[in-house]
């Protein structure tokens, strides 16, 4: 089973600021790795996929980085709705396996 | 758009079977493959299986032994359910879509809000 690193944890942001979100792969999964955006009793967006494809319809200051078993979504000049858990998947090895998620607090 | 709604009880005794349906709305079922997915109390995700429309299923080895999923395509639903059920099995059930091209699996790309079930008796 793939484990998938997310960090950090928790973080907290200023509108405008850049916000890096790192999931680590322990096994090469080439680029199938997925993002998503989660807000409280929502249900959760599809933001990223493959890698570094944004969904369509998603803004884009989101985007997504990262090969093998490093992997990176990144939000440019975050706004206060951005504010939600987001987790990553991997799903090139069975079972699909998640990230523990990072919830973003927008001071 | 399509949309997932899951229900079922939200409390569930232990050594009891979870039961869990996920009415699909917007779009039909057919031609799609389902998830069911959990999230237990501050932890991560854990993927639990799914089926595609025709029935066909595949399992999270963990949780192979005590898992069935179900497709009632006539309602356009499908179900879960965990049988022997501890406290560990408490958690948010999520329903998703997946993508799917029959070869390949390249995750969810639309998630149910979730829904709480608690084991306790």
């Known amino acids: 089973e793939t484990t998938l690193t997310q960090s950090p944890a928790f973080m907290s942001a200023t509108p405008g600021d850049k916000v890096n979100i790192s999931c680590k792969a322990s096994?090469?999964?080439?680029?199938?790795m997925n993002w998503y955006q989660q807000k409280p009793g929502e249900a959760a967006i599809f933001i990223i996929q493959e890698a570094t494809t944004l969904v369509p319809g998603i803004p884009p200051r989101f985007s997504g980085s990262g090969y093998g078993t490093d992997f990176t979504l990144t939000i440019n000049n975050i706004e206060s709705e951005d504010a939600a858990y987001y987790f990553c998947?991997?799903?090139?090895?069975?079972?699909?396996?998640f990230g523990q998620g990072t919830k973003v607090e927008i001071k | 758009q399509v949309q997932l709604q899951e229900s079922g009880p939200g409390l569930v005794k232990p050594s009891e079977t979870l039961s869990l349906t996920c009415t699909v709305s917007?779009?039909?079922?057919?031609?799609?493959?389902w998830s069911w997915i959990r999230q237990p109390p501050g932890k991560g995700l854990e993927w639990i299986g799914y089926i595609y429309y025709s029935g066909s299923t595949n399992y999270n080895p963990s949780l192979k032994s005590r898992v069935t999923i179900s497709v009632d395509t006539s309602k356009n639903q499908f179900s879960l359910k965990l049988s022997s059920v501890t406290a560990a099995d408490t958690a948010v059930y999520y329903c998703a879509r997946d993508m799917h091209d029959g070869s390949y699996y390249y995750g969810m790309d639309v998630w149910g809000q979730g829904t709480t079930v608690t084991v306790s008796s």
């Open positions: 917007g779009g039909s079922i057919s031609s799609y493959y």
């Open positions: 998947l991997q799903h090139d090895n069975f079972p699909p396996t």
């Open positions: 096994q090469d999964i080439d680029d199938d």
